[in-house]
């Protein structure tokens, strides 16, 4: 929890001369994604005060839940873990959360009008078609022969290859992570912008403007999504070149009769599409809405804009993979402007570098990794 309100008396040579009252943390974390979350607790559980702060509305950052036409509990975006034994050990056996093989996943290429042919996802002939014939070769370094012994080899060794997700969605890692945060006694302000950051070398703290109030923490967590201003210190200021990646997401909501046999589809040089996800499971439909009621997650390339003709367009594609039936209709739809994380991996080890102690990183640019990273750490 917080510690008491001060007021400041006697400004450092690097600290804002006009200073009221501020407040007190020991740790100060910049958004409330899922790893951030974990982060916090486990500062928590070791008697620190933390405060969590976030451009939302609600705690959960890429993996927040979004609610279209009444239909709650909807995938934001498109979501599963990739391979990282320790990641999927401790969700599993620490978290508890409910990890499956994701089922149902298939990759989709199309042969000029021949069609579409389908894959599972782990078949060695899918990875194979995607690694020779979609991969482009190093630099077009390699012939083709090259290329495709370097191909079966690649496919060779990664025999088995798969994806992870959680049975209930990411409502049910929310709702855990949400228990766990409340139990903590963890402060965390919405909708709150943080506009100036001064680190003081002098009195070792990290002294923030969010909103209209002050706080002084001990140390910064930051993550790879941190949306940062101008880092002062009296030493020379630091200003990150923000980097924007956009993933847009696109939700399409249709009425259709087919009984459902794909779930996760990887489309393979479509010029839309790069992944679909039927996510009706993880809603707040009932069982008899879900028999005629389909709730699918685009992820589309980063140059497909929204446009009033995209919705038709996405259902086309649907009718031609056979996920939904030709007389399905749209009943409701949805674009979304994804931003990936604005920082790096070297943008956060400069910080460090630069501030010390008073900064502590983490690395949640890739979710499973990111949780293999301090699995460790956060069973202990």
């Not at 949400?178 to 912008?193: A, F, G, N, R, T």
């Not at 070149?241 to 009769?257: G, Q």
Request: proline share 2%; glycine share 4%.
């Amino acid at each position: 929890m917080m510690k008491e309100d001060l007021i400041a008396t006697k400004p450092t040579q690097n600290t804002s001369k006009d200073l009221k009252s501020f407040v007190i943390y020991d740790y100060l974390c910049i958004g409330t994604s899922i790893i951030m979350c974990l982060e916090a607790c486990y500062r928590a559980s070791k008697g620190e005060s933390v405060l969590m702060v976030d451009r939302g509305k609600t705690l959960g950052g890429a993996w927040t839940n979004i609610e279209i036409d009444g239909i709650k509990n909807i995938e934001n975006a498109i979501h599963y873990f990739l391979p990282d034994d320790q990641a999927i050990k401790f969700m599993r056996d620490k978290l508890h959360w409910p990890i499956e093989v994701s089922r149902r996943k298939y990759r989709y290429f199309k042969f000029f009008r021949l069609g579409y042919l389908r894959s599972p996802y782990s078949s060695w002939l899918g990875r194979l078609i995607q690694k020779v014939f979609y991969f482009e070769r190093q630099a077009k370094k390699l012939n083709v022969f090259s290329h495709i012994f370097k191909s079966i080899a690649e496919v060779v060794k990664g025999r088995g290859e798969r994806s992870y997700y959680v049975k209930n969605g990411s409502k049910g890692m929310l709702n855990s992570i949400k228990s766990m945060v409340k139990k903590m006694q963890i402060d965390i302000w919405y909708e709150s912008d943080l506009t100036n950051v001064v680190f003081d070398d002098v009195n070792k703290h990290v002294q923030c403007k969010v909103n209209d109030k002050t706080v002084l923490a001990k140390t910064l967590v930051l993550g790879h999504g941190a949306r940062l201003p101008v880092l002062e210190n009296i030493n020379g200021n630091l200003e990150l070149t923000e980097k924007i990646y956009p993933r847009p997401a696109f939700h399409l909501i249709v009425e259709d009769s087919k009984k459902i046999v794909d779930l996760e589809i990887i489309m393979t040089s479509d010029s839309l599409i790069k992944y679909v996800h039927d996510v009706s499971r993880f809603t707040s439909l009932n069982d008899e809405e879900k028999l005629n009621i389909k709730v699918f997650v685009f992820a589309l390339h980063s140059h497909v804009n929204e446009d009033e003709s995209l919705a038709d367009k996405l259902l086309s594609r649907l009718v031609d993979i056979g996920l939904v039936n030709a007389d399905s209709r749209i009943l409701s739809s949805l674009y979304s402007d994804v931003i990936l994380p604005t920082l790096h991996d070297e943008d956060l080890y400069m910080i460090k570098d630069r501030f010390g102690d008073l900064v502590s990183v983490l690395r949640t640019e890739n979710f499973s990794k990111g949780i293999g990273y301090y699995a460790e750490k956060w069973s202990n």
